[in-house]
């Protein structure tokens, strides 16, 4: 693991711990969730820097060899461990090869600035790269978080932390460089950066300043930035960024030397910057004299101690020196030439001033150039090094020395290599571009290309190119390319800011490439690349310069870590590391097969078998699962990225999935399942418990956030946002149920405080977990079940408060427990839906989503929403115990209130609840809501406001619970009901039920509690109108016109229908129709049209047309009245009805044909209530012209023992005995229709046509009608007289009303008692013999059938053979189902029809009236035989002529009438004509 970068910047002397310690820490047994130790060696980075300059030049000293005491003890550690795997070989030095080897024989002359001798090879001007290294620790420890109010930035200043890499924040810029580049245009001012992780100072250079200063300001004893002015500044014609080289000053790493060189070659080195005698202003300065003038210098590296090499862009090669021979200050330079020997001393330099050198540039021809240059290790030749130059065409490499001429080696055509070999080795013509080089400890050399196939045509690839030779001089062979999967999104160059940078710290086995945004970590053994990692940066913080690569010898020992220090240009000073160690732990337990052979350690790849473009040579390693990559992403960014706006790493995810990304979604959730289980290694648990739940829940969101910012959101499908939603939540209600407990504790409680302690306990031990804190144990690890606690509490309340209620105090107990109980359910889920709802649109898992699939939510389990239903429940009964012993005013209310759903048959007076029908008139003391909120609360006067101490404060308290209690439980019932409904669940319906028995109840409740605008506004959130319009006419009587209309305005249609629909049921006619907005016309018409297609005999359709006359609809008012009319009861009010149903047809304005047919339908209906009252008037007057007082008779009551009496009367008086005897049953459904007619209801057509044909004996009465008007007795009289004939015509004109079966079989009812009513056997007889034929039709003449039949042809016209059926046809036997069962059979009820008015015909039965029908038809068959169908034709052809010898008069008078007409006419005319001629 990663130590704090300030540990290693300062270079405290703490041991380090060996790799076999970080390995068997790293094979430890999975961390426990409840507690993670922290760990003391972390308090330890707290120590203090040494005291006194000896102690800080022995650590210093420690540096310079390269190994610290630390590394010293870490090297005798691995001393006794096994063998190194064989895939190392190639990175340690091979000394039994004929190659160039260390010369450690030869001690090299001490300088004049060393500060100790040594056998190695010492650096004159600095330490070695060790020194400088800020590795990653030996501590094993995660690191330390920092305060509550910043816990997602940590103290150590991490900025990405991996498995096996991470990246740390060094420095900040100073001031004064900060002022520097932000006054800097980068696009027009180039700019130079770099820093030296040996001396830990940086700089930063414009073509005219160079700022330098210490990033390591604990060990710097000054830590100004100091401006040094750059040599040739005035060239405007060369504005390039100057070539800067730190040196460092021996063993003094408060100070540090520059060499900076110009781009026409001006030079000037400053061999101290801090502590120099003359400043800034003192320097050393030297021209190179460029050999040519139109070229520049590009590149400056150290090739040795004090030895510099700068080269041209044209290849030329200057040396130069900082130091004589005596190891004095002496900035000298010359340029390499290719000499015809290796000649050193005195005849070089003769060679040299007789022309027998020859200086030529490295680049073979104009278009080639420089590209990049690199020091290789030692030669055979004393204080030489090997020197390679790259160009974009050839390698060169050379040998320099302080001691000796250079020598040059050879120089190959790179491309050309690189070229063939990917041909050979990719199958295809392959374009190569290289970009720079290094060397690795064994003496390889490194090339970063780029490979991009020519015939592929797609974007340019990295690679890294292992070249080796088998000696000094002899040119390498390519023996291994691999290409990286990291591909620059912009092009690259081979030369400036765009061109990537290839770094091998200590030579190996890991590398960097460097890119301007981006750093790619790699470690590339011969086999395949073990491991590679992007590092991408912001383009604001870019990357401006990298720590120069470490001079030669390496370190000798396996490096457990590889690290780059480079500069950011926003933040400052970063580091990048490696854990090697780890890495080659992990191939090592791997087994990896490197392909190369144990004995010698050579690579022996196979150029038959070389993959595609893109994969690597050998068998590479398997590459790790989408689900690990997008893990480790998610999990960098969650961890390093959100809390921390000043980090410079850009945090990305792609996926290139079609679709849903399972892979993404996986990773997803696991990170974000290890965070609410508390199981991810980048968790630090905390003392402090609340801020360790606030910083897991910020990191749940995050895991969303960095989705969502991606752009990847419409990558996880709804199910995994909504189970990552919850994963938030449930941290949410954790942090909101510890700070409850907190509380609690704090406030020091009774033992009804405990309680979610003791549940919490009570709930890990049924699970078998059993710890002495069970509570913070379940905020550690088991939080996920928060929702499980929750249904376990509620399960066992029940028994515990049974328990506490055997005493007082344990009564009073009781009700505290029920009292913590509500505040747990509430604060968990109120702090879980807060959390939901704030993030809807980040986790997008609004209502606008239902259509793309429901899941359900934890709060949605059935066992939640009983759970909220039950703590309802409870509270609204603790209100009701509370105040029956505290506060009579509370109590009196919920005694006086019965709400919806409540059930007391002991009560009868509470049948309804009061918020039903009547609740104004049952319940009219209820007070408004404002004045009930306000009064309650005066009249409960607190003594305290613990509910611990007062009754009242308790009762307070609980009722306040109520309101938020019924907001969750109604949320979970429409999220719950939302489920089911999209799932298609059966369970849906039965849920929506019990959800509308639950809502106005608990709505309801609110009001004798004294919380009627809370009940108001769960009323609007949850749009129970009905609710809604209760709670205004029950709390708001006297402001409800200002309610309805506020209502009105916001929800529209369905608040007026809910609102018409209350009206409706109170049966408040006045109200409903006397709406003064203008809206409510509209909608009120709607609904009524609606109720009426609903319900066409309904009350609403009987009284609508009111609102159709305001609203001046004549024509729907015209068919409602008519409507109306025909279905009314009572006559008078049919009567009245049907008249203005005929007002308001005249008034309608419709066509001709619409206003005839509904005028004749009108005329037909008024007629029926005519005769039904002339038949009124005509029993009325029979009954009183048979009694011996004069008494009046009085209409319609019912209940009058007199009035039954005259019913019976009348139904007497109009039949013979005989009919009463020999049909019985049909004379009790006469008796019936006879007090139907009496109390005026209305009759149907086939219950008028058998009350006008069934009476045998109804005479005029003219003595009894003297009372009646004229015209009313002569109707009277014509109504008895053509009472057959006119059942005929009623049944004509309402048979469009009617079916074809109740047609026919009234017709032949009227008809089979038309022929009944003569006696055709005597009028046989008298017509049996010798009779005249005027006889015959005088006989027939007086019959009753003669008289029916003229009154229907002559006077009703009715069409015959329509209405007209002969003997044999009107028979009863066929319609007897119809007759008995379907019409007569029903009014045999037990009860009484309220609707119809019939009362229960308990004297007869279906058999009875079977028989009365079968005597009809024996009556009839015995008229048949005595020569019925003969008198029939007879009489029926006699009325027929009459008919129409009466109708030939009439049309002859018309005829006459006409003629006479005309002949008037033609008279005047003649008339006029004589007037006019006797005036001319």
Same mark, same amino acid.
């Given at each position: 693991m990663f130590t704090s970068p300030s540990v290693r910047v300062r270079r405290r002397p703490t041991a380090q711990q060996s790799r076999a310690e970080v390995s068997s820490s790293d094979s430890a047994a999975p961390k426990q969730t409840l507690k993670r130790s922290i760990n003391a060696s972390t308090m330890q980075n707290a120590a203090t820097l040494p005291a006194n300059s000896a102690e800080f030049g022995q650590q210093q000293d420690q540096d310079d060899t390269g190994y610290s005491a630390a590394q010293s003890s870490l090297h005798k550690k691995q001393a006794v461990e096994p063998k190194r795997p064989v895939w190392l070989a190639p990175f340690v030095q091979r000394v039994h090869e004929p190659r160039v080897t260390e010369d450690i024989s030869e001690p090299e002359k001490p300088s004049t600035l060393q500060q100790k001798k040594d056998s190695e090879d010492?650096?004159?001007?600095?330490?070695?790269?060790?020194?400088?290294?800020?590795?990653?620790?030996?501590?094993?420890?995660?690191?330390?978080?920092?305060?509550?109010?910043?816990?997602?930035?940590?103290?150590?200043?991490?900025?990405?932390?991996?498995?096996?890499?991470?990246?740390?924040?060094?420095?900040?810029?100073?001031?004064?460089?900060?002022?520097?580049?932000?006054?800097?245009?980068?696009?027009?001012?180039?700019?130079?950066?770099?820093?030296?992780?040996?001396?830990?100072?940086?700089?930063?250079?414009?073509?005219?300043?160079?700022?330098?200063?210490?990033?390591?300001?604990?060990?710097?004893?000054?830590?100004?930035?100091?401006?040094?002015?750059?040599?040739?500044?005035?060239?405007?014609?060369?504005?390039?960024?100057?070539?800067?080289?730190?040196?460092?000053?021996?063993?003094?790493?408060?100070?540090?030397?520059?060499?900076?060189?110009?781009?026409?070659?001006?030079?000037?080195?400053?061999?101290?910057?801090?502590?120099?005698?003359?400043?800034?202003?003192?320097?050393?300065?030297?021209?190179?004299?460029?050999?040519?003038?139109?070229?520049?210098?590009?590149?400056?590296?150290?090739?040795?101690?004090?030895?510099?090499?700068?080269?041209?862009?044209?290849?030329?090669?200057?040396?130069?020196?900082?130091?004589?021979?005596?190891?004095?200050?002496?900035?000298?330079?010359?340029?390499?030439?290719?000499?015809?020997?290796?000649?050193?001393?005195?005849?070089?330099?003769?060679?040299?001033?007789?022309?027998?050198?020859?200086?030529?540039?490295?680049?073979?021809?104009?278009?080639?150039?420089?590209?990049?240059?690199?020091?290789?290790?030692?030669?055979?030749?004393?204080?030489?090094?090997?020197?390679?130059?790259?160009?974009?065409?050839?390698?060169?490499?050379?040998?320099?020395?302080?001691?000796?001429?250079?020598?040059?080696?050879?120089?190959?055509?790179?491309?050309?290599?690189?070229?063939?070999?990917?041909?050979?080795?990719?199958?295809?013509?392959?374009?190569?571009?290289?970009?720079?080089?290094?060397?690795?400890?064994?003496?390889?050399?490194?090339?970063?290309?780029?490979?991009?196939?020519?015939?592929?045509?797609?974007?340019?690839?990295?690679?890294?190119?292992?070249?080796?030779?088998?000696?000094?001089?002899?040119?390498?062979?390519?023996?291994?390319?691999?290409?990286?999967?990291? =591909? $620059?999104?912009?092009?690259?160059? @081979?030369?400036?800011? !765009?061109?990537?940078? %290839? *770094? /091998?710290?200590?030579? #190996?086995?890991?590398?960097?490439?460097?890119?301007?945004?981006?750093?790619?970590?790699?470690?590339?053994?011969?086999?395949?690349?073990?491991?590679?990692?992007?590092?991408?940066?912001?383009?604001?913080?870019?990357?401006?310069?990298?720590?120069? =690569? $470490?001079?030669?010898?390496?370190? @000798?020992?396996?490096? !457990?870590?590889?690290? %780059? *220090? /480079?500069?950011?240009? #926003?933040?400052?000073?970063?580091?990048?590391?490696?854990?090697?160690?780890?890495?080659?732990?992990?191939?090592?337990?791997?087994?990896?097969?490197?392909?190369?052979?144990?004995?010698?350690?050579?690579?022996?790849?196979?150029?038959?078998?070389?993959?595609?473009?893109?994969?690597?040579?050998?068998?590479?390693?398997?590459?790790?699962?989408?689900?690990?990559?997008?893990?480790?992403?998610?999990?960098?960014?969650?961890?390093?990225?959100?809390?921390?706006?000043?980090?410079?790493?850009?945090?990305?995810?792609?996926?290139?999935?079609?679709?849903?990304?399972?892979?993404?979604?996986?990773?997803?959730?696991?990170?974000?399942?290890?965070?609410?289980?508390?199981?991810?290694?980048?968790?630090?648990?905390?003392?402090?418990?609340?801020?360790?739940?606030?910083?897991?829940?910020?990191?749940?969101?995050?895991?969303?956030?960095?989705?969502?910012?991606?752009?990847?959101?419409?990558?996880?499908s709804r199910e995994t946002r909504v189970q990552l939603c919850a994963h938030s939540e449930k941290l949410a209600a954790a942090v909101a149920l510890w700070t409850y407990q907190n509380d609690v504790w704090a406030a020091k409680r009774g033992a009804a405080a405990q309680l979610l302690d003791n549940l919490v306990a009570s709930f890990l031990e049924s699970a078998g977990l059993q710890t002495r804190d069970s509570l913070r144990m379940f905020f550690r690890q088991h939080v996920a079940a928060i929702g499980d606690v929750l249904v376990f509490m509620q399960r066992n309340l029940a028994a515990l408060r049974r328990a506490l209620d055997d005493s007082e105090s344990g009564r009073r107990d009781s009700q505290l427990v029920s009292y913590e109980a509500n505040r747990v359910v509430v604060g968990a889920l109120q702090a879980a839906f807060v959390y939901r709802f704030q993030n809807a649109t980040l986790y997008d898992i609004d209502g606008s989503s239902e259509s793309n699939g429901a899941f359900e939510r934890w709060t949605e389990h059935p066992a939640i929403v009983d759970l909220l239903v039950q703590r309802l429940e409870g509270s609204y009964r603790l209100c009701r115990e509370i105040s029956g012993q505290h506060c009579a005013s509370v109590y009196e209310r919920i005694v006086a209130t019965t709400l919806p759903s409540d059930e007391d048959p002991s009560d009868a007076s509470r049948s309804l609840a009061i918020f039903d029908d009547a609740v104004s008139i049952s319940h009219p003391s209820l007070p408004d809501a404002a004045e009930s909120d306000s009064s309650e609360e005066a009249r409960m006067r607190l003594i305290s406001d613990d509910p611990y101490v007062s009754s009242l404060a308790l009762l307070r308290e609980t009722i306040d619970q109520v309101g938020p209690l019924a907001n969750l439980c109604f949320r979970v019932f429409v999220d719950r009901i939302t489920y089911l409904q999209a799932t298609g669940s059966s369970e849906a319906h039965v849920l929506v039920c019990r959800y509308d028995a639950v809502r106005p109840r608990y709505l309801l409740c609110l009001v004798p509690l004294a919380r009627a605008s809370v009940?108001?506004?769960?009323?609007?959130?949850?749009?129970?109108?009905?609710?809604?319009?209760?709670?205004?006419?029950?709390?708001?009587?006297?402001?409800?016109?200002?309610?309805?209309?506020?209502?009105?305005?916001?929800?529209?249609?369905?608040?007026?229908?809910?609102?018409?629909?209350?009206?409706?049921?109170?049966?408040?006619?006045?109200?409903?129709?006397?709406?003064?907005?203008?809206?409510?016309?509209?909608?009120?018409?709607?609904?009524?049209?609606?109720?009426?297609?609903?319900?066409?005999?309904?009350?609403?359709?009987?009284?609508?047309?009111?609102?159709?006359?305001?609203?001046?609809?004549?024509?729907?008012?015209?068919?409602?009245?008519?409507?109306?009319?025909?279905?009314?009861?009572?006559?008078?009010?049919?009567?009245?009805?049907?008249?203005?149903?005929?007002?308001?047809?005249?008034?309608?304005?419709?066509?001709?044909?619409?206003?005839?047919?509904?005028?004749?339908?009108?005329?037909?209906?008024?007629?029926?209530?005519?005769?039904?009252?002339?038949?009124?008037?005509?029993?009325?007057?029979?009954?009183?012209?048979?009694?011996?007082?004069?008494?009046?008779?009085?209409?319609?009551?019912?209940?009058?023992?007199?009035?039954?009496?005259?019913?019976?009367?009348?139904?007497?008086?109009?039949t013979t005995p005989e009919i009463r005897h020999e049909r019985p049953a049909l004379y009790i459904v006469y008796n019936e229709l006879v007090r139907c007619i009496w109390n005026g209801r209305m009759l149907s057509v086939e219950d008028l046509v058998d009350a006008l044909t069934f009476p045998d004996n109804m005479p005029a009465t003219d003595s009894a009608l003297a009372s009646c008007s004229s015209d009313d007795a002569e109707q009277c009289n014509a109504l008895i007289r053509e009472r057959y004939s006119l059942a005929i015509d009623i049944l004509s004109r309402a048979s469009i009303s009617l079916s074809e079966q109740t047609r026919e079989a009234a017709l032949k009812t009227i008809w089979r008692r038309v022929f009944l009513k003569d006696d055709w056997s005597g009028i046989r007889k008298r017509l049996g013999g010798n009779v005249p034929d005027s006889e015959l039709r005088a006989e027939l003449a007086r019959t009753h059938l003669h008289t029916v039949l003229e009154s229907c042809l002559a006077t009703r016209e009715l069409s015959h053979p329509d209405w007209y059926l002969l003997p044999a046809d009107v028979f009863a036997a066929a319609d007897l189902d119809y007759l008995v069962s379907a019409r007569l059979a029903p009014r045999f009820a037990s009860e009484p029809d309220a609707g119809s008015g019939w009362q229960p015909l308990t004297f007869t039965t279906v058999p009875a009236l079977n028989k009365d029908y079968g005597e009809e038809d024996s009556r009839l068959r015995a008229a048949i035989k005595c020569g019925l169908d003969s008198y029939y034709a007879e009489v029926l052809r006699t009325v027929t002529d009459q008919v129409n010898q009466c109708r030939l008069s009439a049309d002859a008078d018309a005829s006459d009438m006409d003629a006479a007409s005309s002949a008037s006419t033609e008279a005047l005319d003649v008339e006029d004509e004589d007037v006019r001629m006797e005036s001319d």
């Open positions: 010492v650096p004159i001007f600095g330490a070695s790269a060790a020194s400088g290294r800020m590795g990653l620790a030996a501590e094993n420890v995660k690191p330390v978080r920092g305060t509550e109010a910043d816990t997602l930035q940590t103290t150590d200043h991490i900025l990405l932390r991996g498995d096996k890499h991470a990246v740390f924040d060094v420095a900040a810029f100073p001031d004064a460089v900060r002022r520097q580049l932000g006054s800097i245009d980068p696009e027009s001012v180039p700019i130079a950066a770099g820093l030296s992780s040996e001396s830990s100072f940086a700089f930063v250079a414009t073509p005219t300043t160079c700022l330098v200063w210490s990033y390591d300001n604990a060990s710097s004893v000054m830590g100004g930035v100091y401006r040094l002015a750059m040599p040739d500044p005035d060239d405007a014609t060369d504005f390039a960024a100057p070539l800067v080289a730190l040196v460092s000053v021996g063993d003094i790493q408060s100070d540090v030397g520059v060499l900076a060189c110009s781009a026409t070659g001006q030079l000037r080195f400053w061999d101290r910057v801090a502590f120099g005698l003359g400043g800034t202003d003192r320097f050393h300065s030297r021209d190179l004299d460029l050999p040519d003038a139109s070229d520049r210098c590009v590149q400056i590296s150290e090739s040795f101690a004090g030895l510099f090499v700068v080269a041209t862009a044209k290849g030329y090669l200057f040396q130069v020196s900082l130091q004589d021979a005596q190891g004095n200050i002496e900035l000298t330079a010359h340029c390499l030439s290719r000499s015809a020997g290796a000649r050193t001393g005195m005849l070089s330099r003769m060679s040299s001033l007789l022309g027998g050198s020859q200086i030529v540039a490295a680049a073979a021809d104009s278009s080639d150039a420089l590209v990049s240059m690199a020091g290789g290790g030692r030669t055979e030749i004393r204080h030489s090094r090997e020197l390679y130059v790259l160009t974009r065409q050839r390698l060169a490499k050379w040998v320099v020395s302080r001691a000796h001429p250079e020598r040059f080696m050879y120089s190959m055509d790179i491309v050309t290599a690189l070229a063939q070999a990917a041909a050979q080795r990719l199958g295809m013509d392959v374009d190569v571009g290289v970009y720079d080089i290094a060397t690795t400890r064994s003496g390889d050399v490194c090339v970063l290309a780029g490979l991009q196939g020519l015939q592929s045509g797609g974007r340019e690839q990295l690679a890294v190119c292992i070249l080796r030779s088998s000696r000094v001089s002899t040119e390498p062979d390519v023996v291994g390319l691999w290409s990286l999967r990291y =591909a $620059p999104d912009a092009e690259l160059s @081979q030369s400036g800011p !765009s061109c990537p940078r %290839l *770094v /091998l710290p200590e030579g #190996g086995p890991s590398m960097f490439v460097v890119l301007r945004t981006a750093v790619i970590g790699l470690m590339v053994p011969t086999a395949g690349a073990l491991f590679e990692e992007v590092i991408s940066f912001r383009a604001e913080d870019s990357i401006l310069g990298i720590s120069t =690569a $470490p001079r030669f010898p390496y370190v @000798q020992h396996e490096s !457990s870590e590889s690290n %780059l *220090v /480079l500069m950011c240009a #926003g933040t400052g000073v970063l580091q990048v590391c490696i854990e090697v160690g780890k890495i080659i732990s992990a191939v090592t337990s791997a087994g990896v097969d490197t392909g190369a052979d144990a004995d010698d350690g050579e690579i022996r790849t196979n150029s038959a078998a070389w993959p595609s473009l893109g994969t690597r040579i050998g068998k590479a390693p398997r590459a790790s699962s989408p689900e690990r990559e997008y893990q480790t992403q998610i999990e960098q960014a969650v961890f390093f990225r959100f809390g921390n706006d000043h980090n410079p790493l850009l945090f990305t995810i792609k996926s290139q999935a079609t679709g849903v990304d399972s892979a993404l979604e996986t990773a997803a959730l696991r990170v974000s399942q290890s965070i609410l289980d508390n199981t991810s290694h980048f968790i630090v648990d905390r003392l402090d418990l609340g801020s360790h739940l606030n910083e897991r829940l910020r990191r749940t969101r995050a895991v969303m956030q960095f989705i969502a910012d991606s752009g990847l959101a419409s990558k996880i009940a108001f506004r769960l009323a609007e959130e949850y749009h129970d109108l009905a609710s809604l319009v209760t709670l205004v006419f029950t709390t708001e009587r006297s402001n409800a016109a200002i309610y309805l209309r506020k209502y009105v305005e916001r929800f529209g249609r369905d608040f007026a229908d809910t609102l018409f629909a209350y009206y409706e049921k109170r049966q408040a006619w006045a109200s409903l129709l006397n709406a003064q907005d203008s809206s409510f016309d509209v909608w009120l018409k709607e609904y009524v049209e609606k109720r009426t297609e609903r319900d066409p005999h309904g009350l609403v359709a009987q009284i609508g047309w009111i609102h159709d006359v305001k609203m001046n609809d004549f024509s729907a008012a015209a068919t409602k009245l008519a409507r109306a009319g025909r279905d009314s009861a009572e006559v008078d009010q049919a009567r009245t009805m049907l008249s203005l149903s005929k007002l308001a047809f005249v008034a309608a304005e419709c066509q001709d044909g619409a206003r005839n047919e509904v005028h004749a339908r009108l005329e037909d209906a008024l007629e029926m209530c005519e005769v039904q009252e002339n038949l009124s008037q005509y029993l009325m007057a029979i009954v009183r012209s048979n009694r011996s007082h004069a008494a009046e008779i009085s209409w319609r009551r019912r209940d009058d023992v007199s009035d039954k009496k005259a019913v019976l009367d009348a139904a007497m008086l109009t």
